[in-house]
Structures are given as C-alpha cells and as structure tokens.
C-alpha cells in the first residue's frame, strides 16, 4: 500500500481504485429499491407532466414535496422515458457513483484518505440503502462533494464563493433543513473575500432558492412545503420529540453502528487538525445532529444520518493522516468487520431482503425501511414481480382508478395515490398531503409514530370536498376551511386570495383552530344522522361524526318519548349517553368498550332510561372516553315512540 500515498488518480492507484468503484457500483444495483414515501413526489410529477400542476389532488395546490430539485429532475427525464421506476433507480445509482468518484478524485488528498473515506461510505447501511428509496439523498450526495471539493481544493476567491453560495442554494432546494450541513462553511468562505462584492454575489448565488419559495408562495399560498406544517402542529412537547430524537441515535449505533461513529470520527479529526476550513466544515456536521435531535430523527432508521456521514468521511479524505501503514490496514479490516457483521449490514442482503420480518419497528417506530419494502420494489425482485411495485397498496389504488373518481381517507399514500392517478381525491389522515389536517393537532398523543401524525378527519370535512360546498359541522373550522380553499384553489391573483394568505400565514386565524380543538360540543341534528350504518364500518368514513374529546350534542326537532336507541359508535371506547331537555339532565346511559373482530363501528340498541322516555328528551349528549381518542358515531336511530 505504499502507493497510497499518491493522489488516487496517478496510474499506480487507478486500478485499485477502478476496482473499489466497480465494487461501488455493484453493490448499489444488488440493494436499488424505492418506497412508499417517494411515490407521492411521483404522484406530483405524473400529474406535473400530465398538465395538472404541482400538485397531489388536482383541485387543490398544496406542496406535499420537500425537495423541488430532486422533484424537477425526474420530470425532466419521466418526460423522456414515461416510466419511473427504473428511471429513478438508474438516477439515483448516477449521481451517487458520481459522489463517490468525486471524493476518490477531486476532494481526497492522497490514496490512503480516498480509500479510507470510501470504505466507511462503503460499509455503511444507511449510506448504501439510501443511494436509492426514491427519496432526494443521492442528488444531496452529488451536490454535497461538489460543494466541498470546490471549498477544499479551490482558492476562496469571489469566483469561488458565488459557487459555493449557488451551490449552497441547490443543496437547500434539494431538501431546505441540509442547509445547516453546509452554512458554517458558506459563512466562513465570505469572510475570506471582499465585503461589498461577496455580498452581491452570495445573494445571486441563492437566488434559485428565493426564486422557489417566492413561487411556493404566490403558487401554494404558502413559503414552505406543507409537510413543515403537518410536523410543526402536531400539538407535542418539544422534549418529547428530543427523547424520540436520541431514540433514533441509538437505534443506529445498534444496527449500522459505522454510521455515526465515523461521523463522529470526521468530527474529532477535524477538530485536532490545525485546519480552520477542517473545523467550520464540523460545525455544519454538529448542527445538522442537534437538528435530527431537536426534530425527533424520523421512522426511516439511518436515513438522516447518511449526509453527515459523507461530510465526515470528505473530512477524512480531505487530512493527511500519518498512520503508519499496519495500523491503517488494521482500521480498514475492523470497519470491513463491523460493516458485515453489524444487525443492519446491508452488503450481503440478497433478493430475500425483508422475508424474515427485519423491517418491523425495531424502536420506537423506527424501521428498517428497504426491509419493508425490498420484496415488493427490490431491483433484484424485479423480475418476479407482477407489477412495479408488487405491493397491496398499489394494487388498491389501481382498484380505485377503475371504480373512477371519488374521496378516499388514508395515511400511507404514495403507491396508492400514483396508482389511483389524478380521478382519485385522497385525503391523507397524516397530513402531510392535506393543507386543513396539517394545521390540526394529533389527535392521540399518547399513541403516534414519528413521521406519521394521525389526525382526526372532521366531520363535513369529506361531504365538503365531495360537494364543493362546505359542509364542516364545527362552525370555527369550517370558517378556516374557507380560508385555506380560497388559497389552495381560488384564482391565483385575486386580491381575496392575497388577504388571506397574508392573514392565514401571520397565524390571524389560528384562534378558529384552537376553538375547533378545544372548544365547546359539537352540535348535529338528528336528522343529519339517521341513516344506519352496518357493524364494521370504518370509524373515520365520510357520513360519520368524527368527536373530538369533549363530544357529541344531538339535537332533535321535537321532544321524543323513544323507549330504544340504535347507536353504531367506534368500538373501542366508552361512550356515556346523557338525555336532555332543555338544560335539564334527565338520565345518563353508559356504553362500554367491546372488541369486534372487525374493528370500526359496532351496532348497539340502548334501552332509553324510563324518565328520560317518560319526560321526553330534546336533546343527547354524548361524552367519549377511551385510550386511543379516536371517537366516532356512525348513526343514531329511535326505534319506538310511545303517544
């Protein structure tokens, strides 16, 4: 190995190194796959280059998106290809390789560091099985060893710094929050130029990026992507988020245990280096962790880990590190070591990736992503398959393009709604696609998966969307509803839609909400709710009334004397039925919980108290109580009337 100490395209190197990179290549295309998640950008992009907009349902504009560059990239080569699973698997394989060469031949000092730095990329799981999914890591990855090879190996001169601001501003466009990766940096390469140019030309090097969220705003109603919404309301504490954000660091030093620990390694060196460029390099790294924290990690286990590792391993390949050569073979065969033996090794998983149960939640709700989906969209299942994805989801969202258009509630909906096609509305529970439900918070907070918010759907809201009349039984929410369909569907450039984007960003309305969630009873006439539903039924369907904690008020038009009572409520909760006349309480009436095999609504007669029957009643309260909030009537029927 003592040629490693030439730079790694010297002709000594380039066979060692065309080797690794073959390697590289190799085990990229045994691990290729993509997940549900990506398949709701690709929902935006078939519907994008079908003229329907950016959009997820197509009578509404909301930005279900995070990463508009990654997003804009496969429309440019869906246009070409009409196809999007090996088009996003052959892209996403390019630009990772094209990191990867970049670090061995642009960044990385001499062969030793350049092998090194591979190595741990190499060996890590949350690298490798990211260089795929769908999602934006491999264009980061792309635009991360652009960035730095022109911070490390170009002299910081104005030239150099509108480069690293553009390409800062492509990395933050490609995903917003990896801007802290590189911002130390930025900050640091402005201070090497003259103030009032670098000025001027850092703010045309980000200008891509203002451009953007000037048209997310003027487009959606909104600077961010609604996905920041849904997660900034989920109504949590914040140190609550914190606990499931460590959760998420220690799932990974147990399963893929290189991945943080080089990237701590990249840290220290860079720190113990006499390098300044080194250090400030680092900070980005630290911030970046404090972020994942901060956020709460995510449920896909390693994802947000893998970018911090690859500025740790370009800082590792960056030093000339002077271990001598039987302690450097020693570190590579212990990291060859634990990237194969390590739980979540990825580079010795074949086409049976998955069938052992390896992507059930492992920790808090923290998965193992490729394993859940490996079977149904793995490259090397491909030719099993009897479609692309061979997935359950899929096959109903196909089901549901042939039923034709209509309103369908689910939480995970990206092979579903790209297999459904634009005829399809959904709403998704988890608000991430859904400008009304990202405003509302969870509503279990005892009971919710990081990622994966669950709201309550409210009752009107999907009558509303059906009918195009507001329908939502809450007067405060439906007042907000007005407000938010004036932006996400009203023309773009009327001056009511601008009122209100003004007023709804500046959170003017946000009071509506915040009576709709902790206000006073719901209210709904009898009438409104007689029409029976059978045993069974799902609790959140459209035509049920979806209760919040505080419940229920039924109204009639007269005062009844009924001896019985149908009721269909969710089964799994207590429901106390109080009977009312005017304010008078004339009796109450308790309904347990009971477990049907079927789960959603379950059908009960209640005999009406004889006081109540005896009196008359005008009015029922219903008061829910249960473990998982999720509270629904589906009907309430009088069965007899006594003269």
């Known amino acids: 190995m003592s040629g490693f100490s030439n730079p790694p395209g010297s002709s000594r190197n380039k066979f060692i190194f065309g080797g690794f990179l ?3 290549l190799i085990v990229l295309i045994r691990t290729a796959w993509l997940c549900d998640d990506a398949y709701i950008s690709f929902r935006v992009v078939d519907n994008f280059i ?3 907009g950016l959009v997820w349902n197509i009578a509404e504009r909301v930005q279900v998106f995070t990463h508009p560059l990654w997003l804009f990239l496969i429309s440019a080569f869906y246009t070409i290809t009409g196809e999007v699973y090996f088009t996003v698997i052959i892209l996403s394989i390019v630009l990772t390789f094209a990191a990867v060469a970049i670090i061995a031949f642009r960044i990385a000092e001499n062969g030793r560091s350049a092998f090194l730095a591979l190595s741990i990329l190499f060996f890590s799981a949350a690298f490798i099985e990211y260089s795929s999914s769908g999602l934006e890591n491999p264009l980061t990855y792309f635009l991360l060893s652009i960035f730095f090879w022109l911070f490390f190996k170009k002299e910081l001169n104005l030239k150099i710094f509108f480069l690293l601001s553009f390409t800062a501003s492509l990395i933050a466009l490609n995903r917003l929050d990896t801007i802290l990766l590189c911002l130390p940096s930025l900050i640091y390469a402005y201070t090497k130029v003259p103030k009032g140019k670098g000025v001027l030309l850092g703010a045309a090097g980000i200008l891509p990026l203002v451009s953007w969220h000037a048209f997310s705003l003027i487009y959606y109603g909104f600077p961010l992507p609604n996905t920041y919404y849904a997660k900034l309301h989920t109504g949590l504490d914040s140190l609550v988020l914190v606990f499931q954000g460590l959760q998420y660091f220690v799932d990974s030093l147990q399963y893929d245990p290189i991945t943080l620990v080089f990237t701590i390694v990249g840290v220290v060196l860079a720190f113990r ?4 460029a080194m250090r400030v390099v680092a900070v980005g790294v630290i911030l970046y962790l404090v972020y994942i924290a901060k956020i709460g990690g995510d449920f896909m286990s390693g994802r947000f880990f893998a970018s ?3 500025i740790s391993a370009i800082i590792i390949s960056v030093g000339s590190w002077n ?11 212990c990291l060859a070591f634990a990237g194969l033996v390590s739980p979540g090794a990825a580079l010795l998983t074949g086409s049976d990736h998955g069938n052992n149960g390896e ?8 998965a193992n992503e490729r394993a859940v989906y490996y079977k149904t969209t793995g490259l090397l299942n491909v030719f099993e398959h009897k479609g692309i994805p061979d997935h359950r989801w899929y096959r109903l969202g196909e089901k549901w393009r042939q039923e034709g258009s209509g309103v369908r509630v689910m939480g995970g909906i990206g092979f579903v709604g790209f297999a459904s096609g634009p005829g399809v509305h959904i709403v998704d529970d988890l608000a991430l696609a859904d400008p009304l439900l990202a405003r509302l918070a969870v509503y279990n907070k005892n009971n919710w998966r990081i990622g994966h918010f669950k709201r309550m759907v409210p009752t009107g809201y999907i009558e509303a969307i059906e009918t195009s009349q507001n329908k ?3 007067s405060n929410l439906a007042v907000f509803f007005d407000k938010i369909k004036i932006m996400t569907s009203g023309d773009l450039f009327t001056k009511e839609r601008w009122v209100e984007i003004f007023k709804v960003n500046y959170g003017q309305f946000d009071y509506l909400i915040e009576k709709y969630q902790d206000g006073a009873i719901l209210e709904v006439m009898y009438d409104s709710i007689n029409v029976p539903k059978a045993s069974g039924t ?7 009334t979806v209760m919040n904690k505080n419940g229920l008020k039924v109204l009639f038009s007269q005062k009844c004397h009924s001896n019985l009572l149908e009721v269909s409520v969710d089964h799994n909760d207590n429901y106390r039925f109080v009977f009312m006349n005017g304010q008078a309480r004339l009796a109450e009436k308790v309904l347990d919980s009971l477990l049907i095999p079927t789960g959603g609504l379950r059908v009960d007669t209640l005999e009406v108290p004889e006081t109540a029957a005896q009196q008359g009643f005008d009015k029922i309260e219903i008061h829910p109580t249960g473990p998982d909030e999720c509270y629904s009537l589906g009907h309430m029927r009088l069965l007899i009337e006594e003269e």
């Open 22 to 24: 073959i390697a590289f």
């Open 50 to 52: 079908n003229g329907y």
């Open 273 to 276: 280096s006499k390098s300044s």
């Open 308 to 310: 911090p590792l690859l």
């Open 323 to 333: 271990l001598p050569r039987r302690k450097f073979v020693i570190l590579l065969l």
């Open 359 to 366: 992507g059930y939640y492992r920790r808090s709700g923290i």
């Open 472 to 474: 939502i039984a809450d």
């Open 538 to 544: 799902m609790w959140r369907l459209g035509g049920n």
